[in-house]
Protein backbone atom coordinates (compact mmCIF):
# COMPACT_ATOMS: atom_id res chain seq x y z
CA UNK A 1 0.00 0.00 0.00
CA UNK A 2 1.21 3.38 -0.96
CA UNK A 3 0.39 5.97 1.35
CA UNK A 4 0.02 9.69 1.07
CA UNK A 5 -1.44 12.29 2.78
CA UNK A 6 -3.84 13.51 0.58
CA UNK A 7 -5.75 11.88 -2.76
CA UNK A 8 -7.30 14.98 -4.82
CA UNK A 9 -10.21 14.11 -7.29
CA UNK A 10 -9.64 16.69 -10.27
CA UNK A 11 -7.10 18.27 -11.98
CA UNK A 12 -8.77 21.78 -13.06
CA UNK A 13 -7.98 24.57 -11.52
CA UNK A 14 -9.66 23.95 -7.91
CA UNK A 15 -7.34 20.78 -7.93
CA UNK A 16 -3.96 22.16 -9.77
CA UNK A 17 -4.37 24.78 -7.10
CA UNK A 18 -5.15 23.00 -4.25
CA UNK A 19 -2.21 20.02 -4.76
CA UNK A 20 0.39 22.91 -5.35
CA UNK A 21 -0.79 24.29 -2.48
CA UNK A 22 -0.19 20.67 -0.78
CA UNK A 23 2.73 20.09 -2.14
CA UNK A 24 4.75 23.16 -0.77
CA UNK A 25 4.04 22.40 2.60
CA UNK A 26 5.95 19.27 2.46
CA UNK A 27 2.53 17.13 2.00
CA UNK A 28 2.51 14.19 -0.43
CA UNK A 29 -0.23 14.19 -2.62
CA UNK A 30 -2.15 11.67 -5.30
CA UNK A 31 -3.96 13.56 -8.11
CA UNK A 32 -6.68 11.45 -10.22
CA UNK A 33 -8.43 13.04 -13.23
CA UNK A 34 -9.14 11.68 -16.37
CA UNK A 35 -8.57 14.00 -19.29
CA UNK A 36 -11.42 15.15 -20.65
CA UNK A 37 -11.32 18.12 -23.86
CA UNK A 38 -14.52 20.19 -22.17
CA UNK A 39 -14.16 20.20 -18.92
CA UNK A 40 -15.73 23.92 -17.48
CA UNK A 41 -12.04 24.62 -16.62
CA UNK A 42 -10.19 24.35 -20.05
CA UNK A 43 -13.45 26.26 -21.52
CA UNK A 44 -13.12 28.80 -19.49
CA UNK A 45 -12.06 32.01 -21.03
CA UNK A 46 -9.19 33.05 -18.16
CA UNK A 47 -10.66 36.65 -17.00
CA UNK A 48 -10.54 38.02 -14.04
CA UNK A 49 -13.09 41.08 -14.26
CA UNK A 50 -13.46 42.81 -10.49
CA UNK A 51 -16.98 44.01 -11.37
CA UNK A 52 -19.96 42.27 -12.78
CA UNK A 53 -23.56 42.59 -14.34
CA UNK A 54 -25.31 45.50 -15.87
CA UNK A 55 -25.02 47.26 -12.34
CA UNK A 56 -21.18 47.47 -12.56
CA UNK A 57 -21.26 46.21 -9.42
CA UNK A 58 -18.09 45.27 -7.92
CA UNK A 59 -17.86 40.84 -7.54
CA UNK A 60 -17.69 39.54 -4.07
CA UNK A 61 -14.73 39.51 -2.09
CA UNK A 62 -12.91 40.80 -5.29
CA UNK A 63 -10.86 43.24 -3.43
CA UNK A 64 -9.08 39.99 -1.42
CA UNK A 65 -9.80 37.84 -4.10
CA UNK A 66 -8.02 39.34 -7.16
CA UNK A 67 -4.34 40.69 -5.46
CA UNK A 68 -4.38 37.27 -4.51
CA UNK A 69 -4.87 34.95 -7.59
CA UNK A 70 -2.52 37.83 -9.39
CA UNK A 71 0.76 36.47 -7.09
CA UNK A 72 -0.71 32.96 -6.73
CA UNK A 73 -0.75 32.49 -10.74
CA UNK A 74 2.82 34.23 -11.24
CA UNK A 75 4.16 32.65 -8.49
CA UNK A 76 2.81 29.00 -10.15
CA UNK A 77 3.90 30.47 -13.43
CA UNK A 78 7.38 30.97 -12.29
CA UNK A 79 7.14 27.41 -11.20
CA UNK A 80 6.51 26.30 -14.63
CA UNK A 81 9.01 28.45 -16.36
CA UNK A 82 5.84 30.28 -18.36
CA UNK A 83 3.71 33.03 -17.89
CA UNK A 84 -0.09 32.35 -16.88
CA UNK A 85 -1.24 35.60 -16.16
CA UNK A 86 -1.41 38.95 -17.79
CA UNK A 87 -2.66 42.68 -17.03
CA UNK A 88 -5.30 42.83 -20.07
CA UNK A 89 -8.16 45.39 -18.94
CA UNK A 90 -11.60 45.05 -20.53
CA UNK A 91 -13.10 48.39 -23.16
CA UNK A 92 -16.95 48.12 -22.58
CA UNK A 93 -18.54 49.20 -25.60
CA UNK A 94 -21.54 50.66 -24.55
CA UNK A 95 -24.16 49.46 -26.95
CA UNK A 96 -27.14 51.82 -25.44
CA UNK A 97 -27.10 55.11 -23.99
CA UNK A 98 -28.81 53.50 -20.97
CA UNK A 99 -25.90 51.19 -20.65
CA UNK A 100 -23.34 54.19 -21.20
CA UNK A 101 -25.39 56.18 -18.50
CA UNK A 102 -24.79 52.88 -15.70
CA UNK A 103 -21.45 53.19 -16.28
CA UNK A 104 -21.06 56.68 -15.97
CA UNK A 105 -23.09 56.74 -12.94
CA UNK A 106 -20.66 53.74 -10.94
CA UNK A 107 -17.60 55.75 -12.69
CA UNK A 108 -19.35 59.13 -9.94
CA UNK A 109 -19.37 56.67 -7.31
CA UNK A 110 -15.97 56.23 -7.40
CA UNK A 111 -16.15 52.82 -8.39
CA UNK A 112 -12.20 51.70 -7.91
CA UNK A 113 -12.13 49.71 -11.07
CA UNK A 114 -13.80 51.68 -13.54
CA UNK A 115 -12.17 54.64 -15.86
CA UNK A 116 -12.82 57.54 -17.42
CA UNK A 117 -14.69 57.04 -21.06
CA UNK A 118 -11.95 55.91 -23.78
CA UNK A 119 -11.77 57.84 -26.83
CA UNK A 120 -13.73 55.69 -29.23
CA UNK A 121 -12.09 57.30 -32.56
CA UNK A 122 -8.75 55.08 -31.76
CA UNK A 123 -11.32 51.97 -32.08
CA UNK A 124 -12.98 53.51 -35.42
CA UNK A 125 -10.64 51.28 -37.72
CA UNK A 126 -12.12 47.67 -35.99
CA UNK A 127 -15.41 48.61 -34.43
CA UNK A 128 -18.54 50.06 -36.02
CA UNK A 129 -19.68 53.32 -33.63
CA UNK A 130 -21.27 52.40 -30.16
CA UNK A 131 -22.67 55.00 -27.48
CA UNK A 132 -19.51 55.03 -26.18
CA UNK A 133 -16.59 53.30 -24.30
CA UNK A 134 -15.57 52.34 -20.61
CA UNK A 135 -12.60 50.85 -18.94
CA UNK A 136 -12.15 48.42 -16.62
CA UNK A 137 -9.22 48.20 -14.98
CA UNK A 138 -7.55 46.52 -13.78
CA UNK A 139 -8.87 43.04 -15.34
CA UNK A 140 -6.05 40.23 -15.71
CA UNK A 141 -6.10 36.83 -18.24
CA UNK A 142 -5.01 33.89 -16.89
CA UNK A 143 -3.51 31.46 -19.88
CA UNK A 144 -5.73 28.41 -18.34
CA UNK A 145 -3.90 26.06 -21.21
CA UNK A 146 -0.71 26.96 -19.97
CA UNK A 147 -1.14 26.45 -16.66
CA UNK A 148 -3.36 23.23 -16.56
CA UNK A 149 -1.03 21.39 -18.91
CA UNK A 150 2.26 22.83 -17.24
CA UNK A 151 1.08 21.44 -14.19
CA UNK A 152 -0.27 18.20 -15.17
CA UNK A 153 3.41 17.49 -17.03
CA UNK A 154 4.98 18.37 -13.20
CA UNK A 155 2.11 15.91 -11.85
CA UNK A 156 3.15 13.41 -14.26
CA UNK A 157 6.86 13.45 -14.35
CA UNK A 158 6.66 13.26 -10.20
CA UNK A 159 4.86 10.20 -10.61
CA UNK A 160 1.86 11.92 -8.78
CA UNK A 161 -0.84 11.83 -11.32
CA UNK A 162 -3.23 9.00 -12.16
CA UNK A 163 -4.62 9.57 -15.40
CA UNK A 164 -8.36 7.49 -15.04
CA UNK A 165 -11.66 8.03 -14.04
CA UNK A 166 -12.06 8.01 -10.76
CA UNK A 167 -14.49 5.41 -9.22
CA UNK A 168 -15.94 5.82 -6.18
CA UNK A 169 -17.00 2.16 -5.83
CA UNK A 170 -13.50 1.36 -5.91
CA UNK A 171 -12.71 3.67 -2.73
CA UNK A 172 -12.86 2.54 0.95
CA UNK A 173 -13.42 5.74 3.10
CA UNK A 174 -13.09 5.19 6.95
CA UNK A 175 -13.32 7.97 9.31
CA UNK A 176 -9.49 8.34 10.01
CA UNK A 177 -8.44 7.30 6.08
CA UNK A 178 -9.31 6.41 2.55
CA UNK A 179 -8.33 4.10 0.49
CA UNK A 180 -7.94 3.44 -3.41
CA UNK A 181 -6.57 0.94 -5.40
CA UNK A 182 -2.77 0.41 -3.44
CA UNK A 183 -3.10 3.88 -2.43
CA UNK A 184 -3.98 4.94 1.22
CA UNK A 185 -4.67 8.77 2.62
CA UNK A 186 -6.04 10.86 5.16
CA UNK A 187 -8.77 12.83 3.36
CA UNK A 188 -9.98 12.39 -0.22
CA UNK A 189 -10.47 16.32 -1.39
CA UNK A 190 -13.35 16.19 -4.69
CA UNK A 191 -12.67 19.35 -6.89
CA UNK A 192 -14.62 17.17 -9.64
CA UNK A 193 -16.42 20.20 -11.07
CA UNK A 194 -19.47 18.83 -12.50
CA UNK A 195 -18.97 14.96 -11.51
CA UNK A 196 -19.69 16.60 -7.72
CA UNK A 197 -23.50 16.81 -8.77
CA UNK A 198 -23.54 12.98 -8.55
CA UNK A 199 -21.15 12.83 -5.59
CA UNK A 200 -23.33 10.64 -3.27
CA UNK A 201 -21.24 12.97 -0.44
CA UNK A 202 -22.24 16.13 -1.74
CA UNK A 203 -24.98 15.98 -4.20
CA UNK A 204 -27.35 17.71 -1.50
CA UNK A 205 -25.33 20.80 -1.70
CA UNK A 206 -27.30 23.50 -4.10
CA UNK A 207 -25.76 23.12 -6.92
CA UNK A 208 -27.01 24.75 -10.05
CA UNK A 209 -25.34 23.78 -13.45
CA UNK A 210 -25.25 26.11 -16.37
CA UNK A 211 -23.78 25.42 -19.89
CA UNK A 212 -21.76 28.04 -21.25
CA UNK A 213 -20.75 28.16 -25.06
CA UNK A 214 -17.42 30.08 -26.74
CA UNK A 215 -16.76 30.52 -30.13
CA UNK A 216 -13.06 30.48 -31.28
CA UNK A 217 -12.40 32.45 -34.00
CA UNK A 218 -9.50 33.99 -36.12
CA UNK A 219 -9.72 38.08 -36.03
CA UNK A 220 -6.36 39.03 -37.95
CA UNK A 221 -5.75 42.67 -36.94
CA UNK A 222 -7.43 42.81 -34.35
CA UNK A 223 -5.08 44.09 -31.32
CA UNK A 224 -4.72 41.32 -28.30
CA UNK A 225 -3.59 43.90 -25.30
CA UNK A 226 -7.36 44.36 -24.36
CA UNK A 227 -10.49 42.11 -23.94
CA UNK A 228 -13.95 43.86 -25.64
CA UNK A 229 -17.05 43.50 -24.66
CA UNK A 230 -20.39 44.40 -26.09
CA UNK A 231 -23.24 41.62 -24.46
CA UNK A 232 -20.41 39.21 -25.92
CA UNK A 233 -16.56 39.34 -24.88
CA UNK A 234 -13.48 38.98 -26.96
CA UNK A 235 -10.65 37.59 -25.34
CA UNK A 236 -6.84 37.06 -26.28
CA UNK A 237 -6.97 33.40 -26.11
CA UNK A 238 -4.21 31.53 -27.81
CA UNK A 239 -1.89 31.25 -31.27
CA UNK A 240 -3.47 34.32 -32.21
CA UNK A 241 -7.19 33.64 -31.71
CA UNK A 242 -9.96 35.43 -29.84
CA UNK A 243 -12.22 33.50 -27.53
CA UNK A 244 -15.68 35.00 -28.22
CA UNK A 245 -18.60 34.75 -25.80
CA UNK A 246 -20.28 33.02 -23.16
CA UNK A 247 -23.91 32.04 -22.93
CA UNK A 248 -25.33 30.95 -19.68
CA UNK A 249 -28.23 28.38 -20.22
CA UNK A 250 -29.92 27.39 -16.90
CA UNK A 251 -32.45 24.53 -19.13
CA UNK A 252 -30.53 22.53 -21.66
CA UNK A 253 -31.09 19.11 -23.55
CA UNK A 254 -27.33 18.29 -23.64
CA UNK A 255 -23.61 19.93 -23.52
CA UNK A 256 -22.96 20.25 -27.23
CA UNK A 257 -22.52 23.61 -29.18
CA UNK A 258 -25.85 25.18 -30.33
CA UNK A 259 -26.59 26.78 -34.11
CA UNK A 260 -28.08 29.36 -32.12
CA UNK A 261 -24.99 30.12 -29.98
CA UNK A 262 -23.29 30.39 -33.18
CA UNK A 263 -25.69 32.52 -34.84
CA UNK A 264 -26.13 34.44 -32.52
CA UNK A 265 -22.42 35.42 -32.33
CA UNK A 266 -22.33 35.95 -35.88
CA UNK A 267 -25.09 38.92 -35.98
CA UNK A 268 -23.41 40.13 -33.04
CA UNK A 269 -20.16 40.74 -35.04
CA UNK A 270 -21.72 41.79 -37.94
CA UNK A 271 -23.39 44.96 -36.45
CA UNK A 272 -20.09 45.36 -34.14
CA UNK A 273 -17.14 44.44 -35.23
CA UNK A 274 -15.75 45.56 -38.89
CA UNK A 275 -12.94 43.30 -39.17
CA UNK A 276 -13.06 39.80 -41.18
CA UNK A 277 -13.15 36.89 -39.38
CA UNK A 278 -13.40 32.97 -39.35
CA UNK A 279 -14.57 30.37 -37.06
CA UNK A 280 -12.24 28.10 -35.76
CA UNK A 281 -14.11 25.99 -33.13
CA UNK A 282 -17.24 25.88 -31.32
CA UNK A 283 -17.19 24.54 -27.53
CA UNK A 284 -19.22 24.20 -24.58
CA UNK A 285 -18.86 23.36 -21.21
CA UNK A 286 -21.17 23.65 -18.23
CA UNK A 287 -19.95 24.85 -15.10
CA UNK A 288 -20.22 23.90 -11.30
CA UNK A 289 -22.22 26.80 -10.11
CA UNK A 290 -24.74 26.91 -7.57
CA UNK A 291 -27.75 28.71 -6.07
CA UNK A 292 -25.53 30.72 -3.63
CA UNK A 293 -22.79 31.93 -6.27
CA UNK A 294 -20.37 31.15 -3.48
CA UNK A 295 -17.75 28.01 -3.53
CA UNK A 296 -17.72 24.99 -1.49
CA UNK A 297 -14.99 24.41 0.52
CA UNK A 298 -13.86 22.43 3.35
CA UNK A 299 -14.32 18.82 5.10
CA UNK A 300 -17.87 16.96 5.03
CA UNK A 301 -19.56 17.13 8.71
CA UNK A 302 -20.52 13.33 8.85
CA UNK A 303 -17.17 11.63 7.24
CA UNK A 304 -13.63 14.17 8.47
CA UNK A 305 -11.81 11.90 5.84
CA UNK A 306 -13.89 13.54 2.53
CA UNK A 307 -13.55 17.14 1.33
CA UNK A 308 -14.37 19.49 -0.95
CA UNK A 309 -13.12 22.41 -3.03
CA UNK A 310 -15.77 22.82 -5.79
CA UNK A 311 -18.65 25.29 -6.99
CA UNK A 312 -16.47 27.68 -8.21
CA UNK A 313 -19.16 28.82 -11.32
CA UNK A 314 -18.31 31.88 -13.94
CA UNK A 315 -15.86 33.09 -11.35
CA UNK A 316 -13.15 30.10 -11.09
CA UNK A 317 -10.12 31.98 -12.01
CA UNK A 318 -10.15 34.55 -8.92
CA UNK A 319 -12.08 31.91 -6.60
CA UNK A 320 -9.74 28.83 -6.83
CA UNK A 321 -6.57 30.21 -6.02
CA UNK A 322 -7.71 31.79 -2.52
CA UNK A 323 -9.73 29.20 -1.20
CA UNK A 324 -7.81 26.28 -2.21
CA UNK A 325 -4.57 27.95 0.01
CA UNK A 326 -7.39 28.50 2.77
CA UNK A 327 -8.44 24.72 2.59
CA UNK A 328 -4.55 23.81 2.89
CA UNK A 329 -4.48 26.06 5.93
CA UNK A 330 -7.49 24.30 7.70
CA UNK A 331 -6.05 20.57 6.69
CA UNK A 332 -2.92 21.40 8.18
CA UNK A 333 -3.42 24.20 10.87
CA UNK A 334 -7.29 24.19 11.79
CA UNK A 335 -7.67 27.86 10.43
CA UNK A 336 -11.26 28.87 9.66
CA UNK A 337 -12.52 29.16 6.32
CA UNK A 338 -15.09 31.88 4.54
CA UNK A 339 -18.25 31.27 7.00
CA UNK A 340 -20.12 32.51 3.27
CA UNK A 341 -17.75 29.66 1.62
CA UNK A 342 -17.49 27.43 4.32
CA UNK A 343 -19.53 23.81 3.03
CA UNK A 344 -20.58 23.49 6.81
CA UNK A 345 -23.07 25.88 6.44
CA UNK A 346 -24.76 22.96 4.82
CA UNK A 347 -24.64 20.88 8.09
CA UNK A 348 -27.96 20.09 7.90
CA UNK A 349 -28.37 19.22 4.47
CA UNK A 350 -25.34 17.09 4.19
CA UNK A 351 -26.20 14.90 7.63
CA UNK A 352 -29.66 14.15 5.93
Known amino acids: MIKVDYIIIGQGISGSFLSWNLLKTGKQVLVIDQS????????????????????????????????????AYTQLGDELGATVIN???????????????????????????????????????????????????????????????????????????????????????????VEYQNYQA??????????????????????????????????PGLPDNHIFKQGISMVPWKEGLFWIGSSYEWNYSDTLPTAAFKLKVEQQLKNWLKLPYAIEEHIASVRPANLERRPFVGVHPLHPSVGILNGMGTKGCSLAPYFASALTKYLLENAPIHPLADVQRFKKILSR
Open 186 to 219: QKIIFCDGIAGFENPYFHLLPYAANKGEAIIASI
Open 36 to 71: ISNTASKAASGVINPVTGRRIVQTWEIETLMPYAVE
Open 87 to 177: QCNILDFHATPQMKLAFDDRLADDNIYLRKPVNPDQWNDYFHPSFGIGEINPCWLVDIHALLNGWRKKLIDSNLLLEEKFELSNCIIDTDH
